[in-house]
C-alpha cells in the first residue's frame, strides 16, 4: 500500500511521491507539489487554486458527512 502524507497547504493526503518537506516558521511541513507550484505562479492563478481547493475540499467534507449520516441510519442512532 502506499504511503500518504497529509499537505498543510490544501489539507488533502496525497502520496508519498507527490510530497516535499517545506519550511515555514514552525519548521519542516509536508506540501504537495501541485500546492508548491501553484505558489509560484501570479496572484491570480494562485487564487483560482486556492478556490478550487476550497470546493475540493468541501465537496470531500460533504461526501463524509452524508456517509457518516447514512452509517448512523443503519445503525439506529439517528431516525430515517
Known amino acids: 500500500m502506499m504511503e500518504m502524507l497529509f499537505c498543510y497547504c490544501c489539507r488533502v493526503h496525497h502520496p508519498k511521491d507527490q510530497m516535499r518537506p517545506f519550511r515555514t516558521k514552525q519548521g519542516y511541513r509536508w506540501r504537495c507539489i501541485r500546492s508548491i507550484e501553484a505558489a509560484a505562479c501570479s496572484r491570480r492563478e494562485r487564487d483560482a ?9 468541501r465537496a470531500d467534507a460533504q461526501l463524509v458527512a452524508e456517509r457518516l449520516a447514512l452509517v448512523r441510519v443503519e445503525q439506529g442512532f439517528m431516525p430515517g
Open 49 to 57: 487554486f486556492g478556490r478550487q481547493q476550497t470546493e475540493i475540499n
